[in-house]
């Protein structure tokens, strides 16, 4: 139980374009879910915290206007890149929390997401 | 603010020796403490994770931990590690939960451990 996927796995996009990556919580509910940025051989760091039917909050200097989140459903987090730059080239890993387990703010993570702008 | 320190950013230790992986934290109360492993280009898996009680935590795959309240640390330990134990090792700390926002996990920056044969 408590699986996480995201899709895509991979994705090479053109600078100036947009990227949507999903994040799935496929066997429980997820009020909330978490979104992480690895950078090569570097720790993981919060980027926002998607509470459905919510705005996201975001960690200080993270841009809103350029990392959108969209917490549609119980299952579903979305994370749109917006006028993508090769400086937004990273690894993007999603978390979320069981609603039924929130006490413990165990979140359980996806399996991440290399974006690759060129 | 929350903050976690990995000593050792690598690790060497030989087929079958034991292991131990340092995690200090700095937190103002008592927080959630978790371990995870990431294997290169993947998600991470929990190891274990502590959040009250009995501070020696098993979990999977052999591996255990210790909560040291007065030391601030929360480290990992194994037996005897085998070659694919080889991974990234996070130690991460979490807020109890609050019913809102900003409970996201603050994590260390990580202990690469490679297996000699």
């Known amino acids: 139980g408590a699986v996480v996927s995201q899709h895509p796995s991979r994705v090479i996009c053109k600078s100036g374009t947009s990227v949507k990556i999903e994040c799935r919580s496929l066997d429980f509910q997820a009020t909330t879910m978490f979104w992480y940025r690895q950078f090569p051989k570097k720790s993981l760091m919060l980027m926002a915290t998607?509470?459905?039917?919510?705005?996201?909050?975001?960690e200080q200097g993270v841009e809103k206007d350029k990392f959108l989140i969209n917490h549609a459903s119980l299952t579903l987090s979305t994370l749109t890149v917006t006028s993508a730059h090769p400086e937004d080239s990273s690894f993007y890993i999603c978390?979320?929390?069981?609603?039924?387990?929130?006490?413990?703010?165990?979140?359980?993570f996806g399996p991440g997401t290399r974006l690759t702008v060129l | 603010a929350q903050s976690v320190t990995q000593p050792d950013i690598h690790i060497t230790v030989s087929e079958g020796a034991s292991l131990e992986l340092r995690c200090n934290y700095s937190?103002?109360?008592?927080?959630?403490l978790f371990w995870y492993v990431q294997s290169p280009g993947q998600g991470l898996q929990l190891l274990l994770k502590y959040f009250s009680g009995d501070t020696l935590v098993q979990g999977i795959k052999g591996f255990e931990a210790e909560f040291k309240r007065s030391q601030s640390s929360f480290n990992l330990r194994k037996p005897s590690v085998h070659w694919s134990d080889a991974a990234e090792y996070f130690c991460a700390v979490g807020p109890p939960y609050s019913g809102g926002g900003a409970d996201g996990l603050t994590f260390g920056k990580g202990t690469h451990l490679i297996i000699q044969p």
């Open positions: 937190y103002g109360a008592t927080p959630y």
């Open positions: 978390s979320a929390r069981d609603s039924g387990r929130a006490s413990y703010n165990e979140q359980f």
């Open positions: 998607s509470n459905e039917g919510s705005k996201a909050t975001y």
